[in-house]
């Protein structure tokens, strides 16, 4: 049986701090969206529309994989950060997520969240918790979100999924586990690795783990003197940039 606690001041400032998770209610800014509210195909629809003018972006599509790159940033990063280091459960079901975004500042600032009790696995139940963590976060927030934006703005889901995948490796081979104690360097492994390479699509919301395709070794190329991950797609954040820059890991360039 999992069993409810609370979330250190530390643990809640470190997420605060470096993926801006936020309370709802202490930063609420009039611009502030409930995540549920973009499952509706108009609203969403609506909702990158305005996006679009404000990043001036060619197209609908575009917009939408920008958005889900950072979209994935403020939601999944933090949830599994929390899942593997701290050994909690947060809720950022879609239900519980608001975006927010400061005028003139930012589109999507940071996410906040209305409920912010956490759950804890007994020890001997760890794997069916995290499969649970993984579920309502995965299939029932960005499963969702990625089907609905998929449809309005004629995106590739597997385009978006890459977006999320990208955030998924960059947190478990270059911040989890680093320099951490040994019990996070276990947990780190084995949580990255059940995500990778044996999670069910069943808990993205998907007929298969739409994030193991994007797992690859990284190679030596002529732009890079270090070994890179080439992405599988796209994701035209140079169509978006002021100075029409291409990701490092950009397959355009490899082209």
């Known amino acids: 049986m999992n069993k409810q606690s609370l979330i250190t001041q530390v643990e809640w400032d470190y997420l605060n701090s470096q993926f801006g998770l936020y309370e709802y209610g202490a930063t609420r800014s009039v611009n502030s969206v409930r995540a549920s509210d ?31 790159k950072r979209y994935a940033f403020v939601t999944t990063v933090p949830l599994l950060y929390a899942m593997t280091v701290y050994n909690k459960g947060l809720d950022l079901s879609v239900e519980n997520c608001f975006l927010e975004s400061s005028p003139g500042h930012s589109w999507l600032e940071h996410v906040s969240l209305a409920n912010i009790e956490v759950e804890m696995p007994e020890a001997s139940e760890r794997n069916v918790w995290r499969n649970t ?4 976060h995965f299939a029932g927030n960005l499963g969702k979100l990625i089907a609905v934006m998929s449809k309005v703005a004629n995106v590739p889901k597997p385009i978006l999924w890459e977006n999320v995948a990208v955030r998924v490796l ?5 911040r989890i586990g680093v320099t951490g104690e040994q019990q996070e360097q276990f947990r780190g492994r084995a ?19 739409p994030i193991s395709r994007f797992y ?10 270090t070994p890179t991950r080439v992405r599988k797609t796209c994701c035209f954040y140079y169509e978006v940039s002021s100075v029409e820059e291409y990701c490092s890991t950009c397959p355009k360039l490899r082209s």
């Open 191 to 209: 949580d990255f690795q059940y995500l990778i390479h044996q999670a069910p699509g069943a808990l993205f919301g998907e007929k298969q783990n």
């Open 170 to 174: 960059s947190l478990y081979e270059k």
């Open 38 to 68: 973009l499952l509706d195909e108009e609203n969403c629809s609506n909702y990158l529309d305005r996006l679009t003018a404000l990043l001036q972006s060619p197209s609908k599509m575009i917009t939408a994989s920008q958005f889900f």
């Open 133 to 136: 963590v993984i579920l309502d």
């Open 216 to 225: 690859g070794k990284p190679t030596f190329s002529s732009v890079s003197n």
